[in-house]
């Protein structure tokens, strides 16, 4: 087989596991997953192992990726993360359960509801403090009103999304909140949320210290399926595959050069002027990746005697004094979440996808 560079290998058998071991962990307390799959673009392959490991949903923010998935043939529950008003027909027509906090984006999906026939599910999404999306709790009471009301819609739950934009963690007090907000619109308005979506992948130091959570029933997974990672301190969860993906690239010059640049000082290529500092001559090489492919400042190399010197668009510079490589030579990287979301995005990288020894059983869903 032709080995082809750079290249994103992709260890499905480890993402069904650690699919599995959440589903695991998370199910003793009463709580389903829905494996979130927008990283990966919604990769077929690589959703199909999350579903196999038992998530009983998939969720993504992009529509365009829920229908690559449908049109693969995948079969499960999907949510779309991220609702936008211009895409309220194609939503009603691809999704089953979508997370909104605005009235006038509900009205549309109603609209469209009405006229596909159907019935669309929706998630409410509230405020705990983030302040990305969600409706302030001071103003869900009259929003719920408004959203039951609207005929072809069926309110099905609540959620929050905490840790993305302000760094606020899940904590004993806004879980609370959250599930407090359930019971008093249930109360409010007679009837049964039956999916309380308490967080993403930040949400696991939360539920290992809880003494009871409350409500919430569901989380909404992509970092901790994927890399094996909680979100708030980027600890790897005990028992988790963190390896899952992984980035080689081929190295086309190797020489040894001093470290300092020579001539007359400006900016490189992306605006900076850069400084250095003075280590004499150094085996260096560089490998055919660069910034259009990948965020290189989540890489690691595999071989700890490698050092990322810097990088531009295609070019990736490596201090290989410790370990001297020659051209032609593969060097392997892990992926943090950002590094991930680009190079699954680059058209450059070619997607391989390994399937190991994977029992062929599939787990019942939590
Ligand atoms: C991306 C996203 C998630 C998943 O986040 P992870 O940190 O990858 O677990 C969950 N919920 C929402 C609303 C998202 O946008």
């Given at each position: 087989m ?16 650690n699919?599995?071991?959440?589903c695991?962990?998370y199910?003793q ?7 979130v ?12 192992a ?15 990726n829920i ?7 995948l ?24 997370l ?8 549309k ?7 596909q ?63 407090t ?7 409010a ?20 210290a809880?003494p ?48 300092l ?11 900076h ?5 003075d ?16 965020l ?12 990322i ?8 510079l ?22 991930l979301?680009?190079a ?9 996808w ?13």
């Open positions: 032709q080995a082809f560079l750079p290249r994103l290998e992709i260890a499905l058998t480890q993402i069904q596991e699919a599995r071991l959440l695991a962990l199910g307390k009463g709580i389903s997953l829905m494996g799959s927008k990283a990966v673009l919604g990769d077929p392959a690589i959703v199909a999350m579903l196999r490991g038992g998530v009983r949903f998939i969720a993504d923010s992009r529509l365009e229908q690559k998935m449908q049109a693969a043939g079969v499960t529950q999907f949510v779309l993360l991220r609702t936008a008003l211009s895409q309220a027909e194609a939503v009603v027509q691809s999704v089953d359960i979508s909104n906090t605005e009235l006038e984006t509900l009205r999906l109603s609209y469209y509801a009405q006229a026939q159907k019935q669309h599910q929706v998630i409410v999404m509230v405020e705990m403090g983030d302040l990305r999306e969600g409706v302030l709790p001071g103003d869900l009471a009259p929003f719920i009103k408004e959203t039951v009301a609207l005929p072809h819609l069926k309110l099905v739950g609540l959620g929050c999304n905490l840790a993305c934009y302000g760094g606020i963690k899940p904590d004993e007090r806004n879980m609370q909140a959250l599930s907000l359930v019971n008093r619109i249930e109360q308005f007679q009837l049964r949320l039956t999916v309380i979506s308490g967080g993403n992948s930040a949400n696991y130091e939360w539920y290992q809880t009871a959570v409350g409500r919430i029933n569901n989380l909404r997974l992509g970092e901790a399926i994927l890399l094996g990672r909680e979100t708030v301190s980027r600890k790897a969860i005990p028992g988790l595959h963190t390896h899952a993906f992984q980035l080689i690239a081929e190295v086309i010059e190797s020489k040894q050069k001093p470290s640049p020579f001539g007359t000082r400006g900016q490189d290529a992306f605006g002027v850069p400084s250095f500092p280590r004499g001559l150094r085996q260096r090489a560089i490998l055919a990746l660069g910034r259009q492919d990948v290189v400042s989540g890489l690691t190399p595999h071989n700890q005697q490698l050092a010197l810097g990088s531009s668009s295609d070019h990736l490596l201090d290989s004094e410790q370990h001297p490589l020659r051209v032609g030579d593969e060097v392997t990287f892990d992926l943090d979440y950002g590094a979301l680009a699954m995005t680059s058209p450059f990288i070619r997607k391989q390994l399937q190991g020894s994977s029992p062929a059983a599939t787990s019942q869903p939590c």
